[in-house]
């Protein structure tokens, strides 16, 4: 029994994690309809912009739990920059594009911002792990985990629940959900669709780079950490079904625990997981878990 | 409308330009190759030839392929930066003897890049280009295992002598044997058989292992040579858990409670690069490390980098006698030296790997030159020069032993971790030793499996 | 008649090519080619309105089984080994498809990307059999029966890979003009209305997608054959990935749009690490951008509206005449 449990606790600190990372994405599919492969770069973005805020931060001998409001930081800095000069610069002028096309400027983007980090941060690995051994440990069925998995898990739902709460309980929250449900009858109501837009592609900015920011602590920021992350942010947005909050989270979770459990039983599986997963997903509901079905026109 | 006629109209110039630069480029690929001076290098002016050599050409141009982008980065920018201030150096005849001459044999040597990234098929691509278009005298380079396997059938195609620096397969000469391939280092065999005997002198009661290794063929071929050395020499010993995370996952948090979970008296580990790292951080705060040891086969590239917050204990190897491993000799003295003044940084074991391999292809050149009466040689005698060369480098002397003498054997070096040196900015490495080449190397012609299960007939071993 | 002629010229053209440019352009090429019946095969999935991000199953799929049947069954005929090799993409097509053509848009997507990583990982982890991700080695083919000095044999397997890729465009032109390729677009147009003219809106996708696997299956074996090795990243979800931008920036109007698409991708990419091998990605990435934004049809743009300011002077010239 005791390794279940071990699983479960497994299982729900790589959920949050793939939580962070994806909410943005499917922020930004369900209202712009755009699949962003750049997330991975706004992500990258984040966990660089957070380690070197860090460094800097620890060198000057402040309050060390300070650290955490300055990864806030810089998630926020990078989302508020990077959000609308993308939004505004570039992907406005391919809404009225095949979606397949969409998907290659976002990669286009991908592979500039990719070089771009390089030239800008160097190829040497960063480091910034004080905030994750600052917590210290906590012992769970005879085994010590970083507390810092639970902050992460903390803040998942933090960011997730807020999230929840500003769609479904404000103004703004309530003309998005107008402007997913049709971009053209809400502007012939007054909607101003371009800004519902740039806000939301700028919040889904800040969350990849909040996930970023939060991983900068616990791997060591190099070039390519980009790329790792886009195919398991689709994934679990595509198993909770795209563009949907709850979706992300339940996809994330599962992703979650069958991985934790492959690790712990059958390692060899722990390539295959996700996309077995995923396969078997899809196979039994096409839509994702969660989607809404799309009304067929003729 | 409107809008879409001034699209128009810029669409018919950029197309405009699109075809002539398509042109332009396929023209320029039947002209003859224009050589771009690197930067840092062409600045040096080439000491001029002591004795010029007769024949000899303008310059001698070699092609270096490694990880310039992307996850492999952390190995290939080292190697890079050690290629440039080598090359530098040699050009201008400031290095230790017995490499004082300038250049190879006095003529200047020119350095081109590739970047390692794009996977075997672009770098087979690659390959040619470098050798039908820059038409380099020589390639030397590639990190990655397929990439070199990928590469050594087209260098016999072509006919051109190519050096692997660091790529650690045994499959390459196990597999086939080749002319014009050379390899100045040995293979991942070698530094796992080595970790094995190191693990058993520091620990002979060991009961359980376990293994933590990239799910792909260096970590399934370190875990099965270290495993099965293991075995062999112990047989009692129980392996307890055999995780294989993804390459480059960079969240580990499930495999290390599995590994907490199985207890085991040692982890075995061929982690590289920013997993490398990323494992130590998170494993360290969750004491692993107290209740197992850990045995990183190439972990040293970590020590500069995680400074003091390397935990104590853990076994720690260089690919050989290499970084914090190296011997203390004048060439590995002046290696870091120059190295250090201009990245501001100790050099790892990839660039070691970069360094001694330039001082093989320098030695081998050299050698050729003087069995050829002072005339420059043909690529052939530089390729018998090569053969069985013993050479000199910052890592110690290196033999060309095996595979017909296209493969060298090193000596193993292990070192545990101990308290943190400030002065140095990284833990101080204990109980140093040092397997002799004759030791950690299957004999001529034996495939390493095969010399395993043997029970390593022919291993000389302190 | 008109397309058959262009489709020999074009092919008598690059044979003469073959014998002029430099030998490693001519590599070059020949992978274009191989990359380009994928991206073919990419763009015909296209048309029908679908994105495939699998295409490097059936590519590393034909690759591998090239490389298998030379080893296991001693098969050194190029020839042989490519039609064994795209009868394999066909086979997984085949079966795959009987799941994948009920999906549609992203969901297609994803599990076409879904099972090309599982083969990915089948590929890593059969150690033994395959090599892991080094990958394992493709013997020396021979060509006609004939056992090829170095030179020639690059030559003869550049002809081969030219031959295979013409008649192969020459086939699948044929196809975009049946009934069935006229099917294929109106799926992607308005798959109601398309039931409601009688047909088999799943039966088309099948056979579009079995079609569009042996076009990558035929690409995968010849890419085998000219690299010399194979390794699971052929399987990897980036090799499809790029294959679906390629044909996009190619454009997937008509057949030659992604073949050229294909030479010209991987020509700019060998110059990108030619002369910047530091930032080539950054060189890739804008170089495509301004394709997107400049040429909403992919580089195909080009040639049509040089054809269109030709006729448009043609027509001024004759009126002032």
Known sequence: ??????????????????????????????????????????????????????IAYFRHDLWPYGSYLVLFGAALLVGVIAGPLIERGLLRWVYDRDPAVQLLVTYALFLILEDAIKLGWGADPYYA?????????????????????????????????????????????????????????????????????????????????????????????????????????????????LGSLEGAALGALIVGIVRAAAVHHIPDLELFAIYLVMAAVLLVRPQGLFAREERRRI | MRKSHIVVRSRGIFAGMLIGAIILSLLAACAPPVTVPEAGMGETPAAAPAAPTAG?????????????????????????????????????????????????????????????????????AEYRRLVLDEKVDLVLGYVSSASCLAVAPVAEELQKLTVFYTCATRRIFEEASYKYVFRTKGTDLVYNVGAARYLLKVKPDLQTIAGMNQNYAWGQDSWTAFRDTVLQLKPDVQVVSEQFPKLFAGEYSAEI??????RPDAIHSSFWGSDLEAFLIQATPRRLFDQSIGVFIIGEAMLPSLGEDVPPGLIIGAEGTHGALAPDNELNRWFTRIYRERYDARPIHPAYHMALTLFGVKAAYEKAIAE??????????????????????????????????????????????????????????????VFPAECVNPPEGMKGEEWIAQGFPGAKCP | MRPLLITVALLALLAGLGFVLPAWIIFLLSLAFARGLAILSVALLLRAGLVSFGQGLFFAASAYTVAFVMRAWGVREAALATALGTAAGVLVAGVTGLLLARYREIFFAMLTLAFSMVLYGILVKAYALTGGSDGMAVATPTIAGLALEAERLRSGLYLLTLSCTAAVAYLTFRYMNSPLGYAARAVRDNEVRLEYLGLSTWGTIYLTYVLAGGLSGLGGALMALNVGHVDPQLAYWTTSGEFVFVALLGGIG???????????????????????????????????????????????????????????RRWSWRRLG
């Open chain 1, 1 to 54: 029994m005791n390794t279940w449990l071990i699983i479960a606790v497994d299982g729900v600190a790589f959920a949050s994690w793939l939580f962070l990372i994806s909410v943005g994405m499917t922020l930004i599919y369900g209202v712009l309809r755009i699949l962003n492969v750049a997330h991975g770069s706004l992500y990258a973005l984040g966990a660089y912009t957070g380690a070197s805020l860090i």
């Open chain 1, 129 to 241: 792990y004080k905030p994750y051994q600052l917590l210290g440990q906590v012992q769970l069925g005879g085994i010590a985990y970083p507390r810092y998995s639970f902050l992460l898990l903390g803040i998942a739902v933090a960011a997730g629940g807020a999230l929840w709460l500003f769609i479904n309980r404000t103004r703004f929250g309530k003309l998005i959900v107008a402007v997913i449900e049709d971009p053209e009858i809400s502007t012939a109501m007054g909607v101003n669709v371009p800004r519902v837009y740039v806000i939301t592609f700028t919040l889904g900015a800040v969350l990849a780079a909040l996930g970023g920011a939060f991983t900068a602590p616990m791997i060591s920021v190099a070039p390519g950490i980009a790329v790792e992350v886009i195919v398991l942010a689709f994934a679990v947005v595509v198993i909770g079904g």
């Open chain 2, 56 to 124: 000899a050409p303008s310059q001698v141009k070699i092609g270096i392929v490694t990880f310039l982008s992307g996850p492999g980065s952390p190995f290939g920018i080292p190697s890079k930066n050690a290629a440039d201030v080598i090359v530098e150096a040699l050009n201008a005849g400031q290095a230790p003897a017995p490499y004082d001459q300038a250049g190879i044999g006095g003529v200047p040597i020119q350095l081109v890049y590739v970047d390692e990234s794009g996977g075997p098929d672009k770098q087979v």
């Open chain 2, 257 to 262: 409670s599995a590994l907490l979970v199985a």
């Open chain 2, 372 to 433: 050829n009466g002072g005339k420059w040689p043909t690529q052939d005698q530089v390729i018998a020069a090569f053969e069985h060369l013993e050479f000199d480098s910052p890592s110690g002397v290196i033999q060309m032993a095996l595979a017909n003498g296209h493969q060298a054997i090193e000596p193993m070096a292990f070192g545990i971790t101990g308290e943190f040196d400030p002065a140095a900015g990284e833990v101080k490495l204990t109980d140093r030793m």
């Open chain 3, 254 to 312: 008509n057949v030659l749009a992604p073949l050229g698409g294909a030479v010209v991708f991987e020509i700019l990419r060998a110059y990108a690490f030619k002369y910047a091998p530091y930032i080539w990605q950054m060189i890739m990435g804008s170089a495509m951008l301004l394709i997107i934004l400049f040429m909403p049809e992919g580089l195909w743009t080009i040639y049509t509206s040089a054809v269109r300011r030709i006729r448009i």
